[in-house]
């Protein structure tokens, strides 16, 4: 007999849980870092060095704490990683040994800039979440939050950020528990978008907002329709 099927809505409790965001002094993480410590999530911001990444816990309060790179992946149950893209695969490398065994979301978007605007890069691994997975096997890797505005998540002034993040791996609990810290953030939505393999067209995309943006002078994200629950 098969086994019952699962209720997409039904998401884990993930408020106990402990956040770490490597690159967390960079607009993208701290910005995700500012939201989640005010929605009452114990948030650790890591940084190559010690003292910014202090700074930056201090600015976002909320009981944020800041620590180097190490000692934060070490201190936290999930691991974001929103480092710049050149620094990815080394930074990564460096972790595996305490990054093991921890959800790691990934939500660097590998992009180029030029006169023309940006454009995504090729990845070798296929992208930049495939290459977390394949640095880190002893990890569960989630590709998630590569859309989200970090001008909008900085913006305090706004209590919701009415948007939605595709999350994608190949560990239902893994990325269940993402959709879930999504959640947290008011306004934000966490969706299933598929296995880690569909990674690079969902991080390529961020190309194309940026020249939304840019064009409307806009601070657009994704929004599905016909989806609920």
């Not at 600015?59 to 710049?84: I, K, M, W, Y």
């Not at 972790?95 to 180029?112: R, Y």
Request: net charge negative; with cysteine; aromatic share 4%.
């Amino acid at each position: 007999m098969a086994a019952p099927k699962r209720d997409p809505w039904a998401l884990p409790d993930v408020s106990g849980l402990t956040v770490g965001v490597l690159g967390g002094t960079g607009e993208q993480g701290r910005g995700l870092a500012t939201r989640w410590a005010r929605a009452g999530q114990r948030v650790v911001i890591g940084s190559r060095d010690p003292g910014r990444a202090a700074a930056a816990a201090l600015e976002v309060g909320f009981g944020a704490t800041g620590l180097g790179n190490r000692d934060c992946a070490l201190d936290s149950e999930v691991v974001v990683v929103a480092v710049p893209w050149a620094g990815h695969g080394e930074l990564l490398t460096e972790l595996a040994d305490v990054l093991a065994g921890k959800i790691v979301i990934d939500c660097v978007n590998p992009l180029g800039f030029d006169a023309a605007g940006a454009y995504p890069l090729g990845v070798p691994e296929g992208s930049a979440a495939e290459q977390a997975a394949m640095l880190l096997p002893d990890s569960r890797v989630v590709a998630a939050f590569h859309h989200v505005s970090a001008v909008t998540l900085l913006d305090v002034s706004l209590a919701e950020v009415e948007m939605d993040v595709l999350v994608l791996g190949d560990d239902r609990d893994a990325t269940d528990l993402v959709q879930a810290l999504a959640g947290r953030i008011p306004g934000i939505r966490g969706l299933y978008a598929g296995r880690l393999r569909n990674t690079h067209q969902v991080e390529a995309l961020t190309a194309n907002l940026i020249s939304l943006n840019r064009r409307y002078r806009a601070h657009a994200g994704i929004g599905v329709t016909g989806v609920s629950g």
